[in-house]
Every structure is written in structure tokens, then in C-alpha cells.
């Protein structure tokens, strides 16, 4: 790509989902990214052929502007729009620039959807998680696919905050409408710092990939009381 996310270097199971989305969706399938930022996953996404839905409420991420970074200090980044420009994939992707939980689920169409450690920002604390993975189990058709990396607790005060989850417990709101294809999670390790981090800091991570059972018909399906 012309430029780099500022994301680049983070750590994620995103090889993972997609493996996953070109074993189970048809080529240039749609998929929902939610908390799409500066591209990190939207463009690889675009450049391998799939629709991308892009959900972002952040205008920085979306048009770019001043971002204070470790080491280099204040910069200009280039966001998603110029970086999609740039790599000539900008008709291949529709950007919602809005709140994900304020968008009603009947507004967008995909066959897949991607979060990478987006609910366990402090905003998104004001909603219960099951709101979140619920409104992105609404996204997924019979057949689509359900993708999602998030952080795990490595500090006390995280173990009573419920979207620092784990697979095990997260998998508990896939109940018989889906079938999970694969959890994984790392141990503790070091992240090196990034924007919004300025210094090297602890992380622990999980990834939960999930299908929708073709025959179901229902949308949001997400706990043990629905089929």
C-alpha cells in the first residue's frame, strides 16, 4: 500500500479471519469491518477482491490530520478516504461514518464482519458487550461469517470489566444458530507503543470466528434462548 496504517505493527489474528472468510463466503463477498480506523483491515480486504462496509465514527481516522506518535511526536496521517484513494480501491469500499451501535442493523447488508479490539474501549463501555456482539450477529446472514479479536483482562481492574471477555465466555452467545470454527488466544506479551499508548505496554488477546447455520433464519440470534 502507498502509506502505512498507523496500526501496522499491532499484533492480530486477522490472517486467521481470512483464511476463514475465503473458505467460507463466495469471492467478492461484503464484509462489515467495525472500527474500521485508518485501513489497517479494510484495504487488505479491498485488494483481495472483496465489498467492504466500513463502520468508523472517528473523522480523524476517516480524513486524517495531526496525531501525536512515541518517538516522532506530532505528525500528519493520512486517513482512511486518501489512503484508499491512493491505493486505487476507494469505489470498492462505502465508509459509515457513525456510532456502530447507533446504526440500525436493517441499514446495512454483508456477508461477513470484522472487529478488531473495539469494544473494549472505554466508550463502548456505557452498552453491555452483549449489545455489541449482538448488533454484529444481526449484520451475518444464514451462511455469512462472524469475526472478532478483542483484549483480554491483564490487570485487576479489567477482570470486573465484562468486555475484557474471553473466547470461552464469548463463545456462550453463539448458541445453536451458529457454529464456532475456531478460538484461539495468546499469552501476556508486550505491545510496543502506538498512538493513544506512547509507552510499551501489556496486552493478552482472543479471536472468536463463528458461521451463521445456513438454515437459520432469524437475525441476532445471540443467546441460549434463541434458535
Known amino acids: 500500500m502507498p502509506t502505512a496504517s498507523l496500526w501496522e505493527r499491532t499484533l492480530t489474528f486477522f490472517p486467521q479471519f481470512m483464511r476463514a472468510l475465503h473458505e467460507e463466503c463466495r469471492p467478492g463477498a461484503t464484509v462489515a469491518v467495525v472500527g474500521a480506523s485508518d485501513g489497517k483491515?479494510?484495504?487488505?480486504?479491498a485488494a483481495a477482491g472483496y465489498r467492504v462496509l466500513a463502520l468508523e465514527k472517528d473523522p480523524l481516522a476517516l480524513n486524517g490530520g495531526e496525531v501525536l506518535l512515541p518517538i516522532s511526536g506530532i505528525t500528519y496521517a493520512p486517513g482512511l478516504v486518501k489512503r484508499l484513494k491512493e491505493a486505487e480501491l476507494y469505489d470498492r469500499v462505502r465508509?459509515?461514518?457513525?456510532?456502530?451501535?447507533?446504526?440500525?442493523?436493517?441499514?446495512?447488508?454483508?456477508?461477513?464482519?470484522?472487529?478488531?479490539?473495539?469494544?473494549?474501549?472505554?466508550?463502548?463501555?456505557?452498552?453491555?458487550?452483549?449489545?455489541?456482539v449482538g448488533r454484529m450477529q444481526q449484520l451475518v446472514p444464514p451462511g455469512g461469517l462472524f469475526g472478532a479479536e478483542f483484549m483480554?483482562?491483564?490487570?485487576?481492574r479489567q477482570d470486573v470489566i465484562e468486555h475484557y471477555t474471553?473466547?470461552?465466555r464469548l463463545a456462550l452467545q453463539f448458541a445453536r444458530a451458529w457454529n464456532?470454527?475456531?478460538?484461539?488466544?495468546?499469552?501476556?506479551?508486550?505491545?510496543?507503543?502506538?498512538?493513544g499508548q506512547l509507552h510499551d505496554?501489556?496486552?493478552?488477546?482472543?479471536l472468536l470466528v463463528a458461521t451463521r447455520h445456513p438454515n437459520n433464519q432469524s437475525k441476532g440470534a445471540h443467546?441460549?434462548?434463541?434458535?
Not at 181 to 195: C, N, P, S, W
Not at 201 to 206: E, F, K
Open 95 to 132: 465508509i459509515v461514518c457513525a456510532d456502530f451501535l447507533d446504526i440500525e442493523p436493517a441499514d446495512l447488508t454483508a456477508d461477513a464482519v470484522w472487529t478488531s479490539c473495539s469494544w473494549h474501549y472505554s466508550a463502548n463501555h456505557r452498552r453491555p458487550l452483549n449489545e455489541f
Open 180 to 195: 464456532v470454527l475456531l478460538t484461539l488466544q495468546t499469552g501476556t506479551f508486550v505491545e510496543r507503543a502506538h498512538m
Open 41 to 45: 483491515f479494510v484495504l487488505p480486504l
Open 166 to 168: 474471553t473466547p470461552d
Open 201 to 206: 505496554h501489556t496486552h493478552c488477546m482472543g
Open 223 to 227: 443467546n441460549s434462548d434463541e434458535a
Open 152 to 156: 483480554m483482562a491483564v490487570e485487576p
